[in-house]
Every structure is written in C-alpha cells, then in structure tokens.
T-cell receptor
Framework: DQQVKQNSPSLSVQEGRISILNCDYT??????FLWYKKYPAEGPTFLIS?????DKNEDGRFTVFLNKSAKHLSLHIVPSQPGDSAVYFC?????????????FGQGTELSVKP | NAGVTQTPKFQVLKTGQSMTLQCAQD?????MYWYRQDPGMGLRLIYY???????DKGEVPNGYNVSRLNKREFSLRLESAAPSQTSVYFC?????????????FGPGTRLTVL
C-alpha cells in the first residue's frame, strides 16, 4: 500500500521553463511534507518543505504547493536550470504519530535540457 | 563537519554471507534511520532509532537487524544475505525535536548479493 505516490517516473523540461513535479498521498494523518533532491551516487538532500497548516512555501526558484482536500502536493521550479537535473522524492510524515519517520514516494527523474 | 558517513561504499556478497553496514553522524542528532532504495520503489525505511537505546521496525525490516551503538553510530546487519537484498542502502539522521527538523542522508552503500 503506497501511501505516497509520484506517478510520473520522469519529466523532461527545456532550460528556462517551469518544471512541475507532482505527488499524491493517501494518509490524512500526514502533517508535514518534504521534497528531496538526489544526484547519482549521492545521498538525497533536503530541498524544501511545507506544513499542513500552509498551502504554499517558497524558497528562491522552488515553490511547494499543498492541496489538503485533494491530498496533493506539487513542486514548481522556475526557471529550470540544467543543474536541476536529478531525481526528486516527495516525502511525508505524521510527526506525533510516527516518531518523525518519513514515507517517500517513488521519485521523479527530472531532465532539464539546455 | 562530515555529517553522515557510511562504510563501505560498495560491497559484493554471496548468498548466505553476512555483513554489517556502518553509519555514523557527527551532528549530535537524536534519531537515525536506515533506508533502502530500489528502482521504482523510492526509499523505504528498514529500521529507525528515535533515540539512543531504542530501535523500531520500519516498512521492510525482514532479513535485517540493527544496533544503536551510541548516539553517533547506527549499524545495519544482514545475517544471511539474499539476492532480494541487492539495493542501495542509505543511513540518515535528524534531530527530531521540532516537526520542521529534516533528515540528513549519507552517501549510500551499494550492495550486490550474488
């Protein structure tokens, strides 16, 4: 039972355009959501997060949107750069119920072409 | 500041052999985690330790054991390796004091079981 789903295994975008990565979840107890970025042969690194009390969080070129009623979040990268090419994982946690454990999606491989 | 370190980086085992993956963090974090990453499956939690002296099962604990040796170190043991345990293993750590505390990942161990 996949509680966090990223239904697009890959995404290709032209440099300078917007990249939109999507993530759906099923557990209504999740109250904190994160995006991690992973380059080949490296560990994931934290990118941006959002609490369930918000619907938007921005950090430079990266914005995460949360739609609680739809149990959906998305990561927008504007403008996309070739260095953004990586695998992006969304993750969710129910802090008080699950001891800070993260449940990850399958990942979306983003390719930004010059 | 090394962050989260893992040894070894690569390992090849024969079916039935045993080995221990080592993980250490120098950030004084309370919680430590072991994940495995498989194609199309994302990152799945094997075991975690919310604090020194405690360990709990994650999503996929079968075939593994863990030891939280002290606050810094958290090891993962495969007693009798199986080909299904071929994967990339990541260790992570986090403060787990505030909901917004994120997890920091090591570079990974690539394990092949023949």
């Amino acid at each position: 039972d996949q509680q966090v789903k990223q239904n697009s295994p890959s995404l290709s975008v032209q440099e300078g355009r917007i990249s939109i990565l999507n993530c759906d979840y099923t557990n209504s107890m999740f109250d904190y959501f994160l995006w991690y970025k992973k380059y080949p042969a490296e560990g994931p690194t934290f990118l941006i997060s959002i609490s369930s009390i918000k619907d938007k969080n921005e950090d430079g070129r990266f914005t995460v949107f949360l739609n609680k009623s739809a149990k959906h979040l998305s990561l927008h990268i504007v403008p996309s750069q070739p260095g953004d090419s990586a695998v992006y994982f969304c993750a969710a946690s129910a802090y008080n119920n699950q001891g800070g454990k993260l449940i990850f999606g399958q990942g979306t491989e983003l390719s930004v072409k010059p | 500041n090394a962050g989260v370190t893992q040894t070894p980086k690569f390992q090849v085992l024969k079916t039935g052999q045993s080995m221990t993956l080592q993980c250490a963090q120098d950030m004084n974090h309370n919680s430590m985690y072991w994940y495995r990453q498989d194609p199309g499956m994302g990152l799945r939690l094997i075991y975690y330790s919310a604090s020194e002296g405690t360990t709990d099962k994650g999503e996929v604990p079968n075939g593994y054991n863990v030891s939280r040796l002290n606050k810094r170190e958290f090891s993962l043991r495969l007693e009798s390796a199986a080909p299904s345990q071929t994967s990339v293993y990541f260790c992570a750590s986090g403060r787990h004091i505030l909901e917004t505390d994120t997890q920091y990942f090591g570079p990974g161990t690539r394990l092949t079981v023949l």
